[in-house]
């Protein structure tokens, strides 16, 4: 099979034009995952090879807008991204040190506390007895002495061992606290890293667009949820919070039929917190959005040619902006299939 280009035509319209202030939803499933469209709303930003004047480069020339990309993941930490968009010819630790990418690391140390990560069993559970410190000498000791052992570092410190250690800055996010408060701190961490991408570089004649993907935030909800004071309507008011300091916004989120399906009057059974709070925030989010793009599996099964099913739907904010600025791009139902190597091919039904 010939190699596939790393932004197939069918897909360049759909990835390659956001409107300004425009909020996109990228929904998926357990057996079609969005990694790989997410890969290509990074190539299509970063790539310096694009040459159209709708694409987002990063030349600064021919009427292409100088654009950067701050990525925040809730589910996959920063080797995975990196090592996935050098598949298609992207250098994140490159594009992170010239200032044009940003990670945001969700996951790793998100519920990380440094209080109760440095207490003694003692200060945790009052009353337990102290650890015995001492191991008894059951026999002479040997002569060799014994290897020093090595501390573990926590997660999030860099390694000692040079294989092990990651490339390039990661801003990694610490939740603390309910409710609203404990969003808001996230959010600020989250503007901070957009604005310093945003500050001009001498040379620069105009301040640099930043296209901010936010991967997977329902995860952060169902692990805190209403009893943290975390719902559907604060994680609403969270993202329309962040889309205020971006040119456009990315949203990735599961749409898994008991996820959403079993929150409707009409499912045989009584839906769990979980399940309400996510059909709320995924449905409330899709008609905030002005492109809804759908992953899912082939209704007649597995095949070995053909991965998944796209969609692409205009969302509820459609046609509220400016005639003309929402983009060349109509509604159509594709096939797509990834390969070993990481290319792509979509194609419509039939070819």
Do not use: C
């Not at 904010?317 to 139902?333: H, L, P």
């Amino acid at each position: 099979m010939p190699t596939q280009p790393p932004l197939p035509p069918l897909l360049a319209p759909y990835v390659s034009s956001l409107p300004h202030s425009s909020l996109t939803v990228l929904s998926s499933v357990l057996g079609a995952t969005g990694n790989w469209l997410v890969l290509r709303f990074l190539y299509a930003a970063l790539s310096s090879s694009s040459n159209s004047e709708t694409a987002f480069g990063l030349n600064g020339s021919d009427g292409v807008k100088n654009r950067r990309v701050v990525l925040v993941s809730f589910l996959r930490g920063w080797e995975f991204w990196r090592s996935e968009a050098k598949r298609l010819g992207l250098d994140l630790a490159r594009l992170t040190d010239k200032r044009q990418f940003a990670f945001i690391d969700g996951l790793s140390e998100l519920f990380y506390n440094t209080t109760t990560a440095t207490a003694t069993p003692q200060q945790l559970f009052p009353g337990t007895a102290a650890p015995r410190t001492v191991l008894p000498v059951r026999s002479q000791p040997s002569p060799v002495p014994a290897r020093t052992p090595h501390p573990v570092p926590r997660p999030g410190n860099v390694s000692t061992n040079p294989a092990s250690r990651e490339i390039g800055p990661v801003k990694r996010l610490h939740l603390s606290g309910n409710g609203t408060a404990a969003l808001d701190a996230l959010e600020r961490d989250i503007a901070t890293v957009i604005q310093q991408l945003k500050a001009s570089t001498p040379g620069e004649a105009e301040e640099p667009e930043v296209l901010l993907i936010v991967d997977q935030p329902d995860l952060l909800l169902a692990a805190t949820g209403p009893n943290k004071g975390i719902g559907a309507t604060e994680m609403g008011d969270w993202v329309m919070g962040l889309q205020q300091n971006t040119h456009a916004t990315i949203l990735t989120l599961s749409s898994d039929s008991p996820l959403i399906h079993n929150a409707s009057a009409s499912a045989p059974h009584p839906a769990t917190p979980l399940e309400t709070e996510h059909a709320a925030f995924a449905i409330g989010s899709a008609h905030r959005a002005q492109m809804v793009m759908q992953l899912r599996n082939l209704e007649t099964g597995a095949a070995r040619d053909v991965s998944g099913v796209l969609r692409v739907s205009k969302g509820g904010a459609w046609g509220q902006n400016e005639v003309g600025t929402e983009g060349n791009w109509e509604e159509r139902e594709v096939l797509y299939f990834v390969q070993r190597d990481g290319g792509v091919s979509v194609f419509g039904r039939g070819e």
